[in-house]
């Protein structure tokens, strides 16, 4: 039955890309990406929670423009579990998750034209960013593949400029002129190990807050039969 009813489902309705979505059998060294953000685009989109759906966020302002491909991996999230690791490795006291699925940003030689669909990654490091007092690490990885990048394994084996280039980004595409500075850092450019860890304590604070996405069918099978 509960087989049965997992076809049905997949055939009636789009899945949620953050809550319907595997995040890959082959975890935490190649991930499912959802990418909502290509290197052409002069808006940010952003996943409307609620609907799984991609809202403008907003115009990008200046010329910064993202440099890699940019979305989440499904069935993740940035908790407790993300944010003591935050702590542990950069000594700031009160750091908290940013209530988000793992960012992630996804090197790949091809043009793409645009953003909301599925692709395969392997992690090979990535920037502890802290946004203020919250984690918000930006998990860094290769598209499967890719003639170019796809043969990376380590951060540190990429040319410096696309690592600083990435970094500039996030520290400043927030930023306006005149007003104060934010108080975003990079605080750790970090290798290959580091980026698995970081996916599975993502994958256990989504557990943690979402319950086990394993577990839904049978959920909705017992709520169907209370009628």
């Not at 975890?27 to 953000?37: D, G, H, S, T």
């Not at 002129?177 to 850092?185: D, I, K, S, T």
């Not at 990079?186 to 980026?195: H, L, N, P, W």
Request: glycine share 8%; with cysteine; net charge negative.
């Amino acid at each position: 039955m509960a087989r049965s009813l997992t076809e049905l489902l997949s055939v009636m309705f789009q899945a949620h890309p953050w809550h319907g979505v595997s995040p890959g059998s082959a975890l935490p060294e190649a991930v499912v990406a959802f990418v909502e953000i290509v290197p052409t685009d002069a808006l940010k989109y952003e996943l409307d929670k609620p609907s799984g759906l991609l809202r403008m966020d907003r115009p990008q302002r200046y010329s910064n423009l993202c440099p890699t491909l940019y979305g989440f991996i499904p069935q993740t999230y940035c908790g407790e579990e993300v944010a003591a690791r935050c702590s542990e490795r950069t000594g700031q006291s009160g750091v908290e998750g940013d209530g988000d699925p793992m960012d992630v940003c996804i090197l790949a030689e091809k043009w793409i034209p645009k953003g909301s669909f599925l692709t395969s990654a392997r992690p090979i490091g990535g920037l502890r960013m802290v946004d203020a007092n919250q984690a918000d690490d930006k998990v860094v990885a290769v598209l499967e593949g890719d003639q170019t990048y796809g043969g990376y394994r380590e951060l540190s084996e990429l040319p410096e400029g696309v690592v600083d280039r990435l970094e500039h980004y996030f520290l400043t595409y927030k930023q306006l002129p005149g007003a104060e500075p934010r108080r975003v850092r990079i605080a750790e450019r970090y290798g290959r190990a580091e980026s698995h860890e970081m996916v599975r304590r993502s994958l256990s604070d989504y557990r943690a807050r979402f319950g086990p996405p394993e577990q839904r069918v049978e959920e909705l099978r017992r709520l169907l039969a209370q009628g």
